[in-house]
């Protein structure tokens, strides 16, 4: 099983949805969590922190559920330039900190 | 826009031919990142830095080494390359783990095909 898994999708939405990722992981003791985005062919770049009592950030909102080990990303009134892959990311402890990327899941929004 | 600078962008090369890959960063971080990402597919580390002088290998293998002498600089070096190395090479830094809010930075890649 691996450690951060999500949907891979592809989600296909018009312009004007709301979407939504979801994602788990396995390590109980995780530290940290965060969702990235990667645009093709592109580096990765964070876009939101998930902390535990949620938190929203414009039209993107991060949800955290410690006892089910679960992380989801609510994205409303989806734009064009939403699509993308997004990046479950979660950060253990082991003796240092490692950091653990899901495969993504891939949003395609079109007019 | 983070400072984090990897060369070359893109490189093709044939079998057996010595590469390096070149990151830099001007952050001052001390934690420094090799991943190893193919077409759709998930990140994988393959090698990171804690600070000068420390390497260490990620969860998937590689036959890369890396080397880690300023702290600003992160070369990766393959000896003799083939064709199964063709990939993109992502470098990342971090801040130090106390005071890190678990954010990675990437460079933007370099992508490599061996023929």
């Known amino acids: 099983r691996k450690e951060v898994e999500q949907d891979p999708g592809p989600f296909n939405v018009p312009e004007g949805a709301t979407v939504a990722f979801n994602c788990t992981y396995s390590n109980s003791a995780s530290q940290s969590f965060f969702w990235y985005r990667q645009d093709c062919r592109k580096e990765p770049k964070l876009l939101m922190s998930v902390y535990s009592s949620g938190n929203e950030d414009g039209r993107f909102t991060a949800q955290l559920n410690r006892a089910s080990q679960y992380i989801s990303l609510l994205i409303r009134d989806s734009k064009l330039s939403d699509s993308a892959t997004y990046l479950c990311?979660?950060?253990?402890w082991g003796g240092g900190f490692k950091t653990i990327f899901g495969a993504g899941t891939r949003l395609f929004v079109k007019a | 826009e983070a400072d984090i600078y990897q060369t070359p962008r893109y490189l093709v090369i044939g079998t057996g031919k010595k590469i390096t890959l070149e990151c830099s960063q001007t952050?001052?971080?001390?934690?420094m990142y090799w991943y190893q990402q193919d077409p759709g597919m998930e990140l994988h580390l393959i090698h990171y830095s804690y600070g000068v002088n420390s390497t260490e290998k990620g969860d998937l293998s590689s036959e890369s080494t890396v080397s880690r002498i300023r702290t600003e600089h992160f070369p990766l070096t393959l000896e003799s390359a083939r064709p199964s190395h063709t990939s993109q090479y992502l470098c990342?830094?971090?801040?130090?783990?106390?005071?890190?809010?678990?954010?990675?930075?990437f460079g933007e890649g370099s992508r490599l095909t061996v023929l």
């Open positions: 990342a830094s971090s801040l130090r783990d106390s005071t890190n809010t678990g954010e990675l930075f």
């Open positions: 952050m001052g971080h001390d934690k």
């Open positions: 990311v979660v950060r253990d």
